[in-house]
């Protein structure tokens, strides 16, 4: 004969729960703590950019006040390269024409007794 049925039954105490929860570990800061950081920084940044376009407009303010107060040291160099130059084309002039009679050296050739400055500059 067969042998008498058996049905397969749960441990005593039954079996343990189904764990069907996520566990998910934490994931760092929140939206608000992020966004909250985020703002600070470019508050800071805004700041401090601030202050660095402060700073450069005081040093072009300074660096266009210094050329002002260069421009006449600068324009007394000039005027004083620019009679040396002068003289030294007189002289230039007065010992290649030596030798012509009635030439005046440094004469101009337009009769005007006003000074012009030169127009150019020979480098």
């Keep these: 004969m067969a042998a008498p049925y058996r049905q397969d039954m749960p441990p005593p105490g039954g079996f343990e729960a189904v764990k069907y929860k996520r566990n998910l570990p934490f994931r760092g800061p929140g939206a608000l703590v992020i966004l909250g950081g ?23 303010r300074e660096k266009a006040w210094s050329r002002i107060h260069l421009v006449p040291l600068l324009m007394a160099e000039g005027d004083r390269d620019a009679y040396r130059r002068q003289q030294a084309a007189l002289a230039r002039e007065k010992e290649i024409m030596k030798d012509v009679k009635g030439w005046e050296a440094g004469k101009s050739i337009y009769n005007n007794p006003k000074y012009a400055s030169p127009q150019f500059v020979v480098l």
């Design 38 to 60: 985020v703002a600070a920084i470019s508050a800071f940044g805004f700041y401090r950019y601030g202050q660095g376009a402060l700073e450069k407009r005081e040093l072009q």
